[in-house]
């Protein structure tokens, strides 16, 4: 098996979407900036989103039974930051760093977002040290923008094709 370091070494070039998965409901509103999100299928409409398993967000979700996830624009880098932990002033309220709004399952979606999925927890499977969930779409959003994309411990964007 591949040692840990070498595997990291080598995720860290790969680039990937910025989003920032969110939840609200009994047990509490929490967010965590994450970059493992992708769809399932249209028939459901799905998405899956991995978090880390010891967090409050995977225990949120599961308690809440719904989450958001917000796809971010090329000039939100500060919004992956602050739900990633690194802006110390708004660790114990994240969401002061932008406007939300809710949907249909009563998480936060961020509302100029380049895309928003409104989610019931499906399903989750627990793999190694993170939680992989799934989640039915309720409801979306979407705007046109270049994408934050991260790679190699940086930001940058994904600037869309002209339409044709």
């Keep these: 098996m591949v040692e840990r370091e070498q595997f990291v070494a080598a995720m860290r070039r790969a680039a990937t979407g910025v989003t920032v998965v969110t939840t609200d409901g009994s047990a509490g509103r929490f967010g965590v900036t994450v970059s493992a999100m992708?769809?399932?299928?249209?028939?459901?409409?799905?998405?899956?989103?991995?978090?880390?398993?010891?967090?409050?967000?995977?225990e949120a979700v599961r308690r809440n039974g719904c989450f958001c996830v917000n796809i971010l624009l090329a000039p939100?880098?500060?919004?992956?930051?602050?739900?990633?932990?690194?802006?110390?002033r708004?660790?114990?309220?994240?969401?002061?760093?932008a406007e939300w709004t809710r949907l249909v399952t009563g998480a936060p979606a961020?509302?100029?977002?380049l895309a928003s999925?409104?989610?019931w927890l499906t399903n989750e499977v627990a793999f190694g040290s993170h939680r992989i969930l799934l989640g039915t779409v309720e409801a979306c959003t979407g705007?046109?923008?270049?994408a934050l994309v991260y790679s190699n411990q940086g930001y940058g964007a994904v600037i869309p094709a002209p339409s044709a």
């Design 38 to 58: 992708c769809s399932v299928s249209v028939e459901p409409p799905s998405v899956l989103a991995c978090v880390h398993g010891a967090s409050r967000v995977a």
């Design 76 to 88: 939100q880098a500060f919004i992956a930051d602050c739900f990633a932990g690194r802006i110390e």
């Design 143 to 146: 705007r046109d923008g270049p």
């Design 117 to 119: 999925f409104d989610c």
């Design 90 to 97: 708004l660790r114990d309220d994240r969401f002061a760093c």
């Design 110 to 113: 961020l509302v100029d977002a």
